[in-house]
C-alpha cells in the first residue's frame, strides 16, 4: 500500500535542535534561564541558559526525543520548547540544525540575531559558526559551530556584574610574593 501522504514520513529540512552530521560532537547540560526554543542560541546568566540576544554564543539548544503533546497535535509539537528550570542539552561543537531569520546560503559564516535564532553573519558580526546548507527565512539550514572563547563572556553575570571576565591575577607565584630574581645563587 503506497504511503497516501509522503510529508507525514519526510521532509528536507531537519527540525531544529537535531544533530545533523554523525561527525563527533560535544554536548553540556544546563539548566534552562527561561523559556527556550529548539535550535536557539543560548548564553549563560546568573548559571542558567537563556535565549542569546548576541554574540558569542554558549551554544545552541538541542531538540529532545519526546514532545509534551500528548495527542500528537502539530501545532502543539510545533510550538514544544523547554520552560525555565527544565534541564537541556545544549550543543558546544558539531553540526545541528538551525532556526534561520533570513535567507542563507552554504558557506557562509553564521551569526546570532536579538532573538537567539541565526543569520549570515556581516563583515562587523561575531561569527559564531558556518552553514553547512542554504535555507529559506523562517526555516532551517545546518550550523557547524565550536567551542568559542572571547574576552566577552558568554556568561553576561561574570566578572563584576559588567559582562566582562574576572581578571586573573599577574602574578602567578602561588606564595604570593612577586621574586625579581628566579635564579638559584
Not at 507525514?8 to 544533530?19: C, E, K, M
Not at 526554543?37 to 542558567?48: D, I, R, S
Not at 553540526?95 to 533570513?102: C, K, L, Q, R
Request: proline share 5%; no cysteine; charged share 20%.
Amino acid at each position: 500500500m503506497p504511503i497516501s501522504d509522503p510529508t507525514l514520513y519526510s521532509n528536507t529540512d531537519i527540525g531544529p535542535g537535531r544533530i545533523a552530521t554523525l561527525e563527533p560532537y560535544r554536548v553540556n547540560v544546563e539548566t534552562a534561564g527561561a523559556d527556550i526554543k529548539f535550535g536557539q542560541a543560548v548564553v549563560l546568566k546568573g548559571g542558567k541558559a537563556v535565549p542569546a540576544t548576541k554574540a558569542p554564543i554558549y551554544g545552541i539548544a538541542l531538540n529532545r526525543d519526546w514532545t509534551s503533546s500528548e495527542d500528537f497535535i502539530q501545532k502543539e509539537m510545533d510550538e514544544d520548547h523547554y520552560s525555565e528550570g527544565q534541564a537541556f542539552d545544549v550543543l558546544r561543537d558539531g553540526t545541528v540544525s538551525v532556526n534561520i531569520s533570513d535567507d542563507v546560503n552554504r558557506g557562509e559564516n553564521a551569526t546570532v540575531d536579538a532573538d537567539g535564532n541565526f543569520k549570515a553573519a556581516g563583515t562587523s558580526d561575531t561569527v559564531v559558526g558556518v552553514f553547512l546548507s542554504s535555507g529559506n527565512k523562517g526555516g532551517t539550514a545546518r550550523l557547524q559551530t565550536r567551542i568559542q572563547f572571547s574576552h566577552d563572556n558568554a556568561d553576561n553575570d561574570a566578572g563584576a556584574g559588567n559582562g566582562n571576565p574576572a581578571k586573573q591575577p599577574s602574578n602567578n607565584n602561588p606564595s604570593g610574593t612577586n621574586p625579581t630574581n628566579t635564579k638559584n645563587n
